[in-house]
């Protein structure tokens, strides 16, 4: 029977950064590693909205990576 095990869980954080020539929106990210794999998303609501108080770019959206192992 196939199992899954947590690897890694990242949580990445994604903000306006300009406008392109052709005017389409430009965006850059932060990533920040060792995030716990349980953390609920009420955690990660509160890190965020922490995080992203530290930048004046608008905020755009955060999104938590995992990465698994199949065994």
């Known amino acids: 029977m196939a199992n899954l095990e947590h690897k890694q869980a990242v949580l990445k954080l994604i903000f306006e950064a300009g406008l392109?020539?052709?005017?389409?929106?430009?965006?850059k990210s932060k990533t920040?590693?060792?995030?716990n794999g349980a953390a609920t998303a009420?955690?990660?609501e509160i890190v965020t909205t922490t995080?992203?108080?530290f930048?004046?770019?608008p905020f755009i959206n955060a999104e938590k990576i995992e990465t698994?192992?199949?065994?």
């Open 68 to 71: 698994m192992n199949l065994n």
């Open 32 to 35: 920040y590693r060792n995030i």
């Open 42 to 44: 009420d955690q990660l």
């Open 55 to 57: 930048t004046s770019s």
């Open 20 to 27: 392109t020539e052709d005017g389409k929106m430009k965006t």
């Open 51 to 53: 995080l992203k108080s």
